[in-house]
C-alpha cells in the first residue's frame, strides 16, 4: 500500500515557475514507478510525466516535453515535476501516481494522491 500526498501548487503568471512535490509513504517507495496526470475542467484526465524506480528513465506527454522535468530522491520518499513556462492551457489539478509497472503508472496506476491546483493566469 503506498499513499501520495501532493504539494505545491498554486497561482503562477504565464511563463513562470512551480515545483510540485509528491511525498510517498513506505519503505518500498524505490520498487515503484511514479507519474504525474493533470486534469482541467471539463476535461478528461491525461498523462503529464513517469519516472522509472531507479530514476534512469522518464517519460513525457507531448504538450510538456521541454518544459516540464520529473525527477525523485528515493532517500526522502518524494517525486518532484518541476514545471517551467508555464501557460494557462497547462492549468488543472495535478496527480501524482504510483505503479509497480513503469508501463501502467502513464495509463492505470494502482495509486493516486488527491492532488493539487495549478492555476497559471494570462
Known amino acids: 500500500q503506498v499513499q501520495l500526498v501532493e504539494s505545491g501548487g498554486g497561482l503562477v503568471q504565464a511563463g513562470g515557475s512551480l515545483r510540485l512535490s509528491c511525498a510517498a509513504s513506505?519503505?518500498?517507495?524505490?520498487?515503484?514507478?511514479m507519474g504525474w496526470f493533470r486534469q482541467a475542467p471539463g476535461k478528461e484526465r491525461e498523462f503529464v510525466a513517469a519516472?522509472?524506480?531507479?530514476?534512469?528513465?522518464?517519460y513525457y506527454a507531448d504538450s510538456v516535453k521541454g518544459r516540464f522535468t520529473i525527477s525523485r530522491d528515493n532517500a526522502k520518499n518524494t517525486v518532484y515535476l518541476q514545471m517551467n513556462s508555464l501557460k494557462p492551457e497547462d492549468t488543472a489539478v495535478y496527480y501524482c501516481?504510483?505503479?509497480?509497472?513503469?508501463?501502467?503508472?502513464?495509463?492505470?496506476?494502482?495509486?493516486w494522491g488527491q492532488g493539487t491546483q495549478v492555476t497559471v493566469s494570462s
Open positions: 513506505g519503505r518500498t517507495f524505490s520498487s515503484y514507478a
Open positions: 501516481a504510483a505503479d509497480i509497472n513503469i508501463a501502467t503508472v502513464s495509463t492505470i496506476p494502482n495509486y
Open positions: 519516472i522509472s524506480w531507479g530514476g534512469g528513465n522518464t
